[in-house]
Every structure is written in structure tokens, then in C-alpha cells.
């Protein structure tokens, strides 16, 4: 399974790369502000930092403006993969870059006929998000289970699912158990994910003996 970095700071980044654990980068126009950074920067500067796929998110809502800035995301970096939220206008788009080998990302997919679609207009990836379906009490896994069985139905959709807007663990977990391709991550995430308190207590408990032996 993929494991990617939902952050715009460089800094994440390589400490996600330094675990193996920086298969690809997300980023959106909320994360690029908090990261305080230059848009183009960022991403040139993150691209640089992996081999995989940097999404870069459109602001433009119209075809044409979406294909524009699309192609000249594309320019920065060969990485680079342009992600699209869905629409219309985005699906039209995502067939265009597509057609012209610029990898889509169709972003904010919140129901399992989105998700359809966005392989019909041969999106490379989708980024169906969980925690926002959570908070409005519709349970964000049952849509991930969804799109796995109809991606699953039809063998020749070469889609990927990141699973994001992921808030726990056990998001990560559900997310491997139903056979997602990847999910994207905040690097607290990843502290979370690697710690166990019996593995704390268990090395707390053999540095203790180990003492005694000494
Ligand atoms: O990758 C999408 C993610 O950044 C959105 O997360 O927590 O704002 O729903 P959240």
C-alpha cells in the first residue's frame, strides 16, 4: 500500500522519506497557506525531494482555465500530478491532461458514483475523503469499501485510490483491510501509527532487567 504525505512542509516530507514512507506528496490550496510558503516553490522544492507524484491543486473552475494552469503545473516538475476537484468542467479537464500524458488526481470525492466517473475520464488517481463524511455522521469508510468493490468489478479501471482527509489510525487500517491502494497521511499520523504503549512499557521493562545484568 501507498503511503503518502498530506502536507505542503518540506521538513514532513523528508522526515516521511527517511522512514520509507513518502510514496507520494498531496497538497491543497489550505495546506500550500498554512505552510506560509510560495506556491510554485513548495512544490518545486518538494518534487525535488521524491520520486513520486506531487499533487498540485487547481484554483481555476472552468475547463479551459483548469487545462491551463494544469499544463503549467506540469512544466515545474516531471512528478508533478495535477489534482482536479470534481465537476464537470474537472472531469472535461482531467480527459484533456490525460489525453496529453498529465496524470489527474480527482479530489473532494465524497460518493462512490464520483468515484465512477472519475475513472471513466481516466483520472490516474482519486482522493476520496473520510473525515469530512465522518463529521457530518455519514461513516467516510463505508464509501472507501464502495469504490473498492466497483474498482474491483471492473479490472481494466487503472485508477488509484488515496484515501484522504484521514484523522486516525484506524482510518490507515480500515483503509489496508479493504484493499485501498494508498491513503495520505500528516506526518503526526505517522508518530501515531509507529507507537504502541506495550511496546513502550515492553522497552522500558528490558532496559530495566538488562540493567540488572549488567
Ligand atoms: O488530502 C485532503 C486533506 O488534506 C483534507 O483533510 O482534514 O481537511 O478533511 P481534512
Keep these: 500500500m501507498k503511503f503518502f504525505v498530506d502536507t505542503a512542509d518540506v521538513g514532513d516530507v523528508k522526515k516521511a522519506k527517511a522512514l520509507g514512507l513518502a510514496d507520494g506528496v498531496t497538497t491543497n490550496p489550505t495546506l500550500i497557506?498554512?505552510?506560509?510558503?510560495?506556491?510554485k516553490k513548495a512544490i518545486v522544492e518538494i518534487a525535488r525531494c521524491i520520486e513520486g507524484p506531487v499533487f498540485t491543486e487547481v484554483t481555476r473552475e472552468d475547463t479551459q482555465g483548469i487545462v491551463k494552469e494544469g499544463k503549467e503545473f506540469a512544466t515545474w516538475a516531471s512528478n508533478v500530478v495535477v489534482k482536479i476537484p470534481i465537476t464537470q468542467s474537472g472531469l472535461?479537464?482531467?480527459?484533456?491532461?490525460?489525453?496529453?500524458?498529465?496524470?489527474?488526481?480527482?479530489?473532494?470525492?465524497?460518493?462512490?458514483?464520483?468515484?465512477?466517473?472519475?475513472?471513466?475520464?481516466?483520472?490516474?488517481y482519486i482522493c476520496p475523503f473520510v473525515g469530512r463524511l465522518d463529521d457530518i455522521s455519514s461513516p467516510g469508510m463505508d464509501l472507501i469499501g464502495q469504490i473498492v468493490t466497483i474498482y474491483s468489478n471492473f479490472p481494466e479501471i487503472q485508477t488509484e485510490i488515496i484515501v484522504a482527509s484521514i484523522r486516525t489510525t484506524v482510518h490507515v487500517l480500515e483503509s489496508a483491510l479493504m484493499g485501498a491502494h494508498g491513503v495520505t497521511i500528516p506526518f503526526k499520523l505517522i508518530e501515531q501509527l509507529a507507537r504502541h504503549p506495550l511496546t513502550d512499557s515492553g522497552i522500558s521493562r528490558f532496559l530495566e532487567d538488562w540493567k540488572k545484568v549488567r
Design 33 to 39: 497557506q498554512k505552510s506560509g510558503q510560495d506556491f
Design 92 to 124: 472535461e479537464a482531467t480527459r484533456i491532461l490525460e489525453s496529453e500524458k498529465i496524470g489527474t488526481a480527482l479530489t473532494l470525492i465524497f460518493s462512490p458514483t464520483q468515484a465512477l466517473l472519475a475513472a471513466k475520464a481516466g483520472a490516474s
